[in-house]
């Protein structure tokens, strides 16, 4: 462990405003996730079951990945390989550039923060606008997101507001509701002008090359059908066998994340956008990302890409 | 039957009044013990903290150590899950697992094996409140302590009876002030139950607990749940 971590959680332990925003936060995600899952009836099959799936899945997973890529290549996708993170950057930079695009709005995915994509791709002259709530006030303000589900959960929103009018020369308001109208109205115009939108995948489903994007503000359905191009950057860990598979973890993830019986917004996302469907991407580009998670899967930590698989996009 | 103690570093080191308990009530219902003395820590932080050779070592050396008896009852119930689950996990070999299906968390050792019924054995004077430590879920359930302290004429239910006290071993040596927060908001709990007597049966649990109760000077107590038991049978004075 490094120094410099025990240092900033030593800073942030200290921080009142943190401690209490984490508490309040963590509190009502532990009772929700408590009470979501005394609601459902044999949780404890499911989530045996579900991991049976995982474990099935992650022995076989060049098999899958091979029948992801045919599927969906079949179906109109491009689907890409990078063994790191700078190969996924650099794949994606080379769609955005083929794309002649300068702004991209982006869906809530930690992979691309894995691989830094944000940074790539500023260097190589392409905006990168954040459409998740929490995600949108961490770009804001500057700052990263110090939670996979909830970014914001170390923020009070004396902190939000500031940021939001500052950046946003709205006028200053605590009102959770009026920031909320703000950050849409401004980003309803990113939406519009846009060329590619990014994402990552909750899963990926095998027998019909479909990308799964669970979303609880609907920005995971703009950012898939408004702009041209879909980049959407998924580990390799999370492939689904089959569709049917996915009802199984659909069951626990939200429950699981955020306390929900389900998420808001489950997109299903096959293939790009077909001569007869009214909206949707011209090029859809799937990149699997790898960035060690293979060297994990043959070692000691292998457990770990089972709850991987379960996670965030 | 040859029945060993298995005393686990922290209880023999902190907590010497748990073994006296453990030994006086297993020898009340005609259960001799033995106590081997060449025990030591059976790697339970080593492991926690991802040395896992250097925890399969201690394994070996438990599984050695206690080869000779047909039961080993331990006063903790995390030393019980790193015999019964991670020893085995961590070396698949006969003896291994051997000894992890003769190990045994006193609490579910007096139920499940003597059939002994808490609710009659386990009563206090006075307002009473509990601990229920993370690392006992594969032991015993909240539910199962809650039964065994059900006879508890003034048993306080705090809020989030599992909320964890923040030791997690080497996580307080490596984020003291986290673990001190985390610290803080269980002692709150604890307090505002207006108890003072608190039932902990995880010796580390409790050393943090009242470590941390004597410095922001907190009137409470800790007892391992086979104190009381002890007491109630008349084995120890409630102040021995």
Known sequence: ???????????????????????????????????????????????????????????????????????????????????TAADACELATDIATHAATTLAVKAKSMTTEEIELNTALAAAGVRVVETDLGEFIVQLDHDKPSHIITPIIHKNRRQVARAMARELGTPYTEDPDTLAQQARSYLRQIFHDCDLGITGANFAIAESGTLVLLTNEGNGRMTT???????????????????????????????????????????L?????????????DELHVIFVDNGRSDILTGPHADVLRASAAGPA | MRTAIFITCLTDTFFPRVGTALVRVLRHFDCPVTFPEKQTCCGQPAYNSGFHDEAACLVRRMADLFANFDRVITPSASCATLVKQHGPALLDEPRVRDLADRTYEVCTFLEH??????????????????????????????????????????????????????????????FPELSGNMLTDKLQVLAGTGAELVISNEAACTLQMAGGARRANLPLRFKHMIEIVAENLGLMGADE
């Open chain 1, 225 to 267: 059908t408004r702009p041209r191009v879909h980049i959407a950057l998924v580990g390799i860990e999370k492939l689904l066998p089959r569709l049917s598979d996915l009802g199984v973890l659909l069951k626990l993830l939200a429950r699981s994340s955020t306390g929900q019986p389900l998420g808001s917004y489950t997109t």
């Open chain 1, 1 to 83: 462990m490094t120094a410099g971590l025990r240092k900033r959680v030593a800073a942030a332990a200290a921080d009142r405003t943190v401690v209490d925003a984490v508490h309040l936060a963590t509190w009502r995600k532990v009772d929700a996730r408590a009470a979501s899952f005394a609601a459902l009836p044999h949780a404890g099959k499911l989530r045996d079951h579900a991991d049976q799936i995982r474990r099935h899945t992650l022995a076989h997973l060049p098999h899958y990945l091979r029948q992801f890529t045919d599927q969906a290549r079949n179906r109109g996708a491009h689907v890409h390989f990078a063994a």
């Open chain 2, 113 to 174: 094996e003597l059939d002994l019924d808490f609710t009659e054995l386990v009563h206090t004077h006075e307002p009473t409140t509990y601990h229920y430590p993370c690392h006992a879920r594969e032991t015993y359930t909240l539910a199962d302590l809650q039964r065994w302290l059900s006879g508890i004429r003034d048993l306080r239910h705090p809020p989030r009876p599992d909320l964890c006290c923040g030791f997690g071993g080497v996580f307080a040596v490596d």
């Open chain 1, 269 to 281: 996302i096959t293939g790009p956008r077909r001569p007869d469907d009214r909206d949707g991407p």
